[in-house]
């Protein structure tokens, strides 16, 4: 390709909207263009990187036996309606109708497709284990797109569906879908960690994240390296912590508090640490609303209040007016003294003794409040949110960090859910009908490329890792339009790079070298080289690795071969 031919679009000036640096990098660059908020262009240059994406993956895929086919992304509610989750998807499902009025959605993910064209085809056993994969557009109208294409409301996922006849089976297809992600990861250049994720209704230990671990990360990861434990912080389990509480010492009092709604203005107000309080939150309960109390320093961990028995799914907060008629106080003066409805403590909370929390008296709090003496002992769970410091589960005498991690794939044993719901069957060995278990696998092509920036770059631009780089090499010619030498130079070495199967940019533009060659660091492209009279008369090519300060001279004759070895390509 030669830039006199193509749309470099870089843009000299961070553009002011974009937070992330791999944002602010991919306009700049030229990769993608915004159309709506969370709907891009691709430009060449970004779309260069996602076909070699999708090239990797496709090969990883194929050959761990899965085979690619290609689903509609829109698709009739009936479906939808049928698992259910035309009502349980909520907001994020794009809906539509048709000019007969009929019902669609912009597909978010394929499970109903698939489970039903699975229920059509799949007869017998003896066609399973099948895995089918596309690599397709989605649509999620998320609630805050932001960071560009990282979380975007169209974008492209490759999804997998497996299909076997029992749990066993399921199991096996995961651990090959697992592997070829492991494999996928490590061939983009990408260092990627699988974490344990939450897997909802389906219990135990069958979800696993891959993450890329970076600062802009949205995900909070769990981590002990040293036991070997790496979790979505949703899914860290805590234990009962092992420090008893101290006794009571001081009396329960009430202070006015007026104005005060939040423990960070309580605490400044009482000159007390967070951890000396409680938070009292009320959610949704299946039978009325449910207190849930927190040391004031910790946050709820949604997915474990949900697996309460008495907290209804989804959690739902539980707004003024309803705290109002189930307490008779404002939400920022709740306790769980004397509160008339169920109280679910968190163990830290539990070990908690001459605690502060709300009187249920608006604008009041209290002051010396102790378990068993001031308040019942509570009932007691797991509530919190994993923090950095607190103990592996795996080992408790090790502690865990917390780390941030950009999620680009995701592996998920369904066991029956849809094939219940979708009625998905087949004839087993001994001719009885069996449901069958599912297992589905997302990556994110389109935010793979956000996420391998963030991963790798500098003050001046994008580094690629060498098998996703738009372009393999760019050629910088010095003087061109003055020297004919250059101009048969990078004519015939742009086409024997060609020939040995490197993508090559040249740029023939005649800018300034100051000005091509801080387009191509921004670019990124890892190989360049600079050819200039001066070099040609010692018969030698300038040549750098993006990842390198320096520059090398190496022999003109012998350079497609050096480039060889210098590159993974
Ligand atoms: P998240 O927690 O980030 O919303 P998810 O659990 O909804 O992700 P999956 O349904 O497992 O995601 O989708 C598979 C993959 O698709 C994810 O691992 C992620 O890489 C990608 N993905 C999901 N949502 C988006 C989005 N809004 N924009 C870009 N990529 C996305
Ligand atoms: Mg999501």
Known sequence: MRTSQFLLATLKETPADAEIVSHQLMLRAGLIRQVAAGIYNWLPTGFRVL????????????????QEMLMPAVQPAELWQESGRWEDYGPELLRLTDRHDRGFCIGPTHEEVISVLARGEIRSYRQLPLNFYQIQTKFRDEVRPRFGVMRAREFIMKDAYTFDISAQGMQHSYDIMYDAYARIFQRLGLEATAVEADSGTIGGSHSHEFHVIANSGEDAIAQCLEAGYSANVEKVSLPIPKHTRPSATAEMKTVATPGVHTIQALCKFLTAPPESTLKTLLVKGVEGPVALVLRGDHELNQIKAEALDRVATPLQFTNAEEVQKATGVEPGS??????????IADYDAV????FVCGANVDGHHLVGVNWGRDLPEPQQADLRRAIDGDPCPLDSSKSLTIRRGIEVGHVFQLGTKYSEALDVTCLDASGKTQTLYMGCYGIGITRIVAAAIEQSHDANGIIWPDPIAPFDVCIVPIGLKKSVKVQEAIESLYHQLHAAGFDVLLDDRDERPGVMFSEMD???IPHRLVIGERGLKSGTVEYRNRRDQAAQDYPLETLVETLKTLSNI
């Not at 709740?334 to 109280?343: A, F, M």
């Not at 070990?351 to 001459?354: E, F, G, I, K, V």
């Open 351 to 354: 070990t908690l003794a001459n």
């Open 334 to 343: 709740i306790g769980p003294v004397e509160l008339s409805i169920p109280v």
């Open 51 to 66: 076909r070699k994406i999708e090239r990797i993956v496709r090969e990883e895929m194929d050959a761990s036996g899965a």
């Open 522 to 524: 921004l670019i990124g």
